[in-house]
Structures are given as structure tokens and as C-alpha cells.
């Protein structure tokens, strides 16, 4: 069974750091991209970044809106998926999602979210 | 970016009844397109991809169709479980894009 659990939300101050971690399990994890999309409360998912596969080198692409403040990085000993996030603002208060991708498109599997509050 | 219109916002339909969900991309995104189906406190399921192939396990009542800038979902006899809110995504060309959404209610 395929899953994904993120783990490491909760409330920052701003201009804070955290680290997001993605656990993965049931699949073969260096076959697959991984992404990380975030979603304010009520409003729709905003595609963050992925760091590609084995086979493309674990290379990373990143959306220009968090560009130089996050960064993906994964440890395939581990299966484990992270997302850095530096300089955080209020406008990043989201729930993070960790998703899987066979390749640079749609993500067909995941996780259940975690919740990240920036606020003094 | 490539910004995805989609509408509506909002849909009230009944039982067994058929509805239609739009999304505009703002240029050809060659059938880079993925429906999303997302209930509160869940995070989304994938139903449709590349416009219209039917994701595994998904009910055929769902379906997708589409090219170029415009595409659709329709969704035929509507279930009670099919009250959600429903996204679509383009990814054709980075930042991949997500539409603002439509909240399905089910009378």
C-alpha cells in the first residue's frame, strides 16, 4: 500500500526556518518524483517544487514564488522526502502536502498534509 | 505562469442528475490536464489525467475531455459521494497550475 505522511508543521514566527519532513513507503521511492504543494484554507493548491528521480538525477525545479526560500531534498536511504523553508512570511501559512509523480506531470498519490501557521 | 480559469465556482445539482465542470488555460497546454477530486479535510484524489484518461479505480461515471485551451469534466448520475470540490491542473509547463476550484453540493 502506497503512503506518504508528512510530519514537522506547526507555528513559526516570521522570518523564521522549518524543515518538513515526507515519510514514503509502499512504493519503490527512487522511481518517483516528489513534490511538495501547499494549499491556504480555502483556497487551491499552489505547486511548490519536485526533485526528480534516480533516473534524472534527483534534480530539483522549483516554483518562482518560493525560488532561493525552499529547498527539496530527499534521502532515498531513508525514503524520506524534506522541504527546507527559510525567510517564512504570514502568506506561507498553508497545509503542506508531500505527492508522488512518475515523471514531470499530475501526482497521482498523497499525503494526508501538514499544517503550517506563520504568526508572531 | 499559465493561469487556469475555472468554472463554476459553486454547483448544486441532484441525485442522478449530470454536471459539467470548465477549466480555460490561458494557452495551449496540450492536453496537460488533470482533474483533482478533494473532500474537507482530505487532501485530493487524482480522476482524471492527460485530459481524459481515467485514473485507476475511479468510477467511469467520471470522464474528461478537452484540447488546446479548453476542457471539461463531467461527472454523469451523480452520487451523494460526489459532493466535494473539484480542481483541475495544468502540467504543461512549470509552475505547474492549479484552477481556483468548484465546491459541488449534492441536493
Known amino acids: 500500500e502506497v503512503k506518504l505522511l508528512e510530519s514537522g508543521g506547526g507555528l513559526v514566527q516570521p522570518g523564521g526556518s522549518m524543515r518538513l519532513s515526507c515519510a514514503a513507503s509502499g512504493f519503490t521511492f527512487t522511481d518517483f518524483y516528489m513534490n511538495w504543494i501547499r494549499q491556504p484554507a480555502g483556497k487551491a493548491p499552489e505547486w511548490l517544487g519536485f526533485?526528480?528521480?534516480?533516473?534524472?538525477?534527483?534534480?530539483?525545479e522549483y516554483n518562482p514564488s518560493v525560488k532561493g526560500r525552499f529547498t527539496i531534498s530527499r534521502d532515498n536511504t531513508q525514503n524520506m522526502l524534506y522541504l527546507q523553508m527559510n525567510t517564512l512570511r504570514a502568506e506561507d501559512t498553508a497545509t503542506y502536502y508531500c505527492?508522488?509523480?512518475?515523471?514531470?506531470?499530475?501526482?497521482?498519490?498523497w499525503g494526508p498534509g501538514t499544517m503550517v501557521t506563520v504568526s508572531s | 505562469d499559465i493561469q487556469m480559469t475555472q468554472s463554476p465556482a459553486s454547483l448544486s445539482a441532484s441525485l442522478g442528475e449530470t454536471v459539467s465542470i470548465e477549466c480555460l488555460a490561458s494557452e495551449d497546454i496540450y492536453n496537460n490536464l488533470a482533474w483533482y477530486q478533494q473532500k474537507p479535510g482530505k487532501s485530493p484524489q487524482l480522476l482524471i489525467y492527460y485530459a481524459s484518461s481515467l485514473q485507476d479505480g475511479v468510477p467511469s461515471r467520471f470522464s474528461g475531455s478537452g484540447s488546446g485551451t479548453q476542457y471539461s469534466l463531467k461527472i454523469n448520475s451523480l452520487e451523494s459521494e460526489d459532493a466535494a470540490t473539484y480542481f483541475c491542473l495544468q502540467d504543461s509547463e512549470y509552475p505547474f497550475t492549479f484552477g481556483s476550484g468548484t465546491k459541488l453540493e449534492i441536493k
Open positions: 505527492a508522488r509523480s512518475k515523471s514531470d506531470w499530475y501526482f497521482d498519490f
Open positions: 526533485i526528480r528521480n534516480k533516473a534524472n538525477g534527483y534534480t530539483t
